[in-house]
Structures are given as C-alpha cells and as structure tokens.
T-cell receptor, first 111, second 116 residues
Framework: GQQLNQSPQSMFIQEGEDVSMNCTSS?????WLWYKQDPGEGPVLLIA?????ELTSNGRLTAQFGITRKDSFLNISASIPSDVGIYFC???????????FGPGTRLSVLP | EAGVAQSPRYKIIEKRQSVAFWCNPI?????LYWYQQILGQGPKLLIQ????????DSQLPKDRFSAERLKGVDSTLKIQPAKLEDSAVYLC??????????????FGPGTRLTVL
C-alpha cells in the first residue's frame, strides 16, 4: 500500500527559529493535508493543498505542494512554545478514496 | 459550528472484554471515518462511511471490530473481544465530500483505549 515518509522524525529548536519539515510519497498525490496534534487531542487541520506547485499560508505556517506531486513541505516561521506538538502530513492519490497519513514529525521548542 | 464529538474520552478494560465508542460528525458531513492511532504512529484508517453505507472497510479486523452508522449521522465502533494490541487512540473524522478534489477531514478529540 501507499506509504508516506516524514522528515525529520523529531526536532528541537530555539524559540524564534524557523522550522522546515517535509513529507514524501512513492506515488503521485493530488491532495496534501497538514495537521498538528497536541497530546491527548485529535489532529487539527492546518493547511490543505490541492494543486501541484500550490503555496498556501496560514499565519506563520506555509505549506507547498511539490511540483513532482510526490512531496510536500511545511514551514513555520518565528516558532513559539505553542508550536510544540506532532505534525502529520496526509495525502491522497487520484485513485484512492482515502487519505494516508505519515508517521509524524515531533517538534519541541526550547525557550 | 460544532466539531466532531466523541465519547468516551478514555476507557480502560481487560482483555477479552467488549467496548464501544461513539462519534457524532460535524452537521451536514456525509462522510465519516474511524481511525486507529497507535502511540508514536500516524492514524490508520479502519472504516469509511458515506451516509449510512460502508465505502471502505478493508483494514478493519472484522473478526473483532464492527462499526455501524444506521441513520447516516452518528456512528458506533465496537471491539469484541479486545486484545492487548488494541490499546490505541480511536479517532473519528468527518468530511463534506461536496467536491472530491477539494475534500478534507476534520477530527474529533479521540477515545484513548487501554487494554490490560
């Protein structure tokens, strides 16, 4: 079945730094979603991408749908303590009914 | 707009017992999903409903798991009998599916199941 890889697996950054993470697939996707999950909560949708090359922002967050359609990137600018959590990507190809989720990137922000 | 509601939030049972989880999707959302999320992993789809019909249950362990959405609104996921490896967070999500090309999913808070 389809699998998504996310990197890095985890990262520790200083408050105020910018963050980049990515998600890659072995197959072409037509939709990418980025979620953040806090401990004990369900994933919260951050950004949805539907076209190759699309660049979408949500506050300090920016995500891009890769040109190859096999990857997506999420950037967080000027990180703050509440950015701590696990970031998941989810993707769907042209034939799939459902979304496949990556294993997540765990972000820690040091004061 | 109210989000996806799930109950209970936590459940502890012994192996071989039965357990049921309830989900009420966002109003008007025709599609409902149940996911299993094991600690340290991303959510894995168990079953997808479109209104009251099953669209995909290929990853549902049907010997012990069952789910229903009888009236096309809220849904129940049951495990009978539970095994130790069923310990996980069970997430419910819903989507409008008005346009397949711009579909997205919204999650509930999840039910954390511990099987002892």
């Amino acid at each position: 079945g389809q699998q998504l890889n996310q990197s890095p697996q985890s990262m520790f950054i200083q408050e105020g730094e910018d963050v980049s993470m990515n998600c890659t697939s072995s197959s072409i996707f037509n939709t990418w979603l980025w979620y953040k999950q806090d401990p004990g909560e369900g994933p919260v949708l951050l950004i949805a991408l539907y076209k190759a090359g699309e660049l979408t922002s949500n506050g300090r967050l920016t995500a891009q749908f890769g040109i190859t359609r096999k990857d997506s990137f999420l950037n967080i600018s000027a990180s703050i303590p509440s950015d701590v959590g696990i970031y998941f990507c989810a993707g769907r190809d042209n034939y799939g009914q459902n979304f496949v989720f990556g294993p997540g990137t765990r972000l820690s922000v040091l004061p | 707009e109210a989000g996806v509601a799930q109950s209970p939030r936590y459940k502890i049972i012994e192996k071989r017992q039965s357990v049921a989880f309830w989900c009420n999707p966002i109003s008007g959302h025709a599609t409902l999903y149940w996911y299993q999320q094991i600690l340290g992993q991303g959510p894995k789809l168990l079953i997808q409903f479109q209104n009251n019909g099953v669209v995909d249950d290929s990853q549902l362990p049907k010997d012990r798991f069952s789910a229903e959405r009888l009236k096309g609104v809220d849904s129940t996921l049951k495990i009978q009998p539970a095994k130790l490896e069923d310990s996980a967070v069970y997430l419910c999500a819903s989507s409008q599916r008005t346009s397949w090309s711009t579909d997205t999913q919204y999650f509930g808070p999840g039910t954390r199941l511990t099987v002892l």
